[in-house]
């Protein structure tokens, strides 16, 4: 049986999504559009299907309607082959009648549907990640090393470790020590690399100490995840791979491409933007390992007349004689003349608009989907069906986090105008 056949994965999408709301406030993390074409959960199933890994399930429970459209409308596997992505939401039992407690607890609930597909290790990922790694080379060294779970790590500079999980390893990436968001330059000296394991990395004259931290990717034996979750912990980051030091053997993995926690909002807009610079970080034009999404069968884009520097342009959008910066459109934007646009990530909409609606919405004066004429927008993120007529300013500067006039909120120096949301002409902010 080839490697591809031993390995499930597990996508973790199930939490609230806290730290991304207003972005969802009506989807599940994991459906968060993404890069102007993408939605989040994209990336992990392209990983997978690129590693030769495709039987996929993904853990939900918090409006899970617009990702079980996409995951229909996107991924169809031959059925010779064997492959699927199975979402599994949260659901009563006789053992159980509440919520997915964590990562841990989720797993555990859904085991059962683990156990009835043939495979050795299961690869746990994470729903709101950018970043492309071949699953293949983790599941080799995981064997090759005898592990009975190993973490992916990135060799984080001492002085950008804030707010991460680090591990302490020896020379063999052996992990010997965890620590939680640590603060003390004591203990994060004593988890730096040592000069032997910077060496075999291909960091022979480190400019500053790393330390490895943890990207929230395991792969673990079949049977050492089962005794692991064999108890009431709840999350594996902060319980369960630390209680298994001493009792299972755990490796680290060192990964040191690009990647990026998409857990809040202003990660979100900064790696939207970051998409559109002349050599972005993540290269979504490698065709040896596409990220795949729902083909939407859309037309191509209409742009007449207007002034563009470093824009992502999604299928399907209009747009008519403005001057954009640095900004992201998914499919079917639709821009009006005279507006000028700076750092906006755009999430388009479901649908067109008709010519009755338009007819009904004008004669009603509400504005047409999309935004109107002469808008100046700045610094915001402008999510799905959302409604902004004519001469509308908007900007994050200068101003509180929290919730503004018709629902818009400015979140971690960023504003957002949620779903569906109608914003009148002339209305500044």
């Given amino acids: 049986m080839s490697s591809s056949k031993k390995v499930v994965a597990v996508v973790m999408g199930g939490g609230r999504g806290t730290r991304l709301h207003p972005l969802t406030t009506e989807r599940c993390k994991p459906a968060v559009p993404l890069a102007g074409k993408y939605r989040l959960v994209d990336i992990p199933i392209s990983n997978c299907i690129n590693s030769g890994i495709n039987r996929i399930f993904i853990l939900t429970q918090f409006h899970t309607a617009s990702l079980h459209r996409h995951i229909q409308n996107t991924y169809h596997f031959d059925p010779f082959g064997g492959g699927f992505v199975d979402i599994l939401s949260a659901e009563q039992t006789e053992k159980t009648n509440d919520w997915y407690q964590g990562t841990a607890d989720a797993v555990r609930r859904n085991l059962q549907h683990l156990r009835n597909e043939e495979h050795d290790y299961v690869l746990i990922l994470s729903g709101d990640q950018l970043y492309r790694m071949d699953f293949s080379k983790i599941i080799e060294e995981h064997a090759k090393t005898g592990a009975e779970v190993t ?17 302490g390893v020896d020379d063999d990436l052996k992990i010997q020590k965890f620590a939680e968001k640590p603060k003390d330059p004591a203990v994060i000296d004593s988890l730096a ?7 075999k990395l291909g960091n022979a004259n480190p400019t500053e100490k790393r330390c490895l931290a943890s990207m929230g990717i395991y792969v673990f034996n079949r049977k050492a995840l089962d005794e692991a979750l064999a108890n009431d912990m709840t999350d594996f980051g902060k319980e369960v791979i630390p209680s ?10 060192a990964f040191e491409g690009y990647w990026e926690d998409i857990g809040t909002v202003q990660a979100f807009f900064e790696t939207n ?16 390992a596409p990220i795949y999404t729902h083909n939407r069968a859309l037309p191509p884009s209409k742009v ?14 209009i747009i008519e004689s403005c001057s954009i ?7 079917r934007s639709f821009v009006r003349s005279g507006c000028q ?11 067109y608009e008709t010519a009755e609606d338009a007819k009904r919405n004008e004669a009603a004066s509400i504005p047409h989907l999309g935004l109107g004429h002469d808008c100046r927008i ?22 509180q986090d929290g919730v503004y006039q018709h629902g818009v909120v400015i979140r971690d120096g960023v504003l957002v105008v949620p779903k569906g949301v109608t914003i009148p002409h002339g209305f500044e902010l």
């Fill in 151 to 167: 973490i992916a790590a990135m060799p984080i500079p001492v002085s950008k470790i804030e707010g991460l999980g680090l591990m």
């Fill in 244 to 253: 298994l030091l001493g009792e299972k053997q755990l490796n680290a993995y």
């Fill in 304 to 317: 007449n007349e207007c002034t563009f520097h470093n824009v992502v342009i999604g299928d399907g959008c």
């Fill in 193 to 199: 690399m040592g000069e032997e394991l910077e060496k």
């Fill in 273 to 288: 933007l970051a998409i559109t610079d002349p050599l972005p970080p993540f290269d979504f034009f490698d065709e040896d």
């Fill in 341 to 351: 646009l700076e750092e906006v990530v755009m999430m388009g909409s479901d649908s």
């Fill in 378 to 399: 700045k610094g915001s993120i402008i999510d799905k069906n959302t409604r902004i007529g004519d001469r509308v300013v908007l900007s994050p500067e200068g101003k």
């Fill in 325 to 331: 910066r640095r900004s992201v459109f998914s499919p």
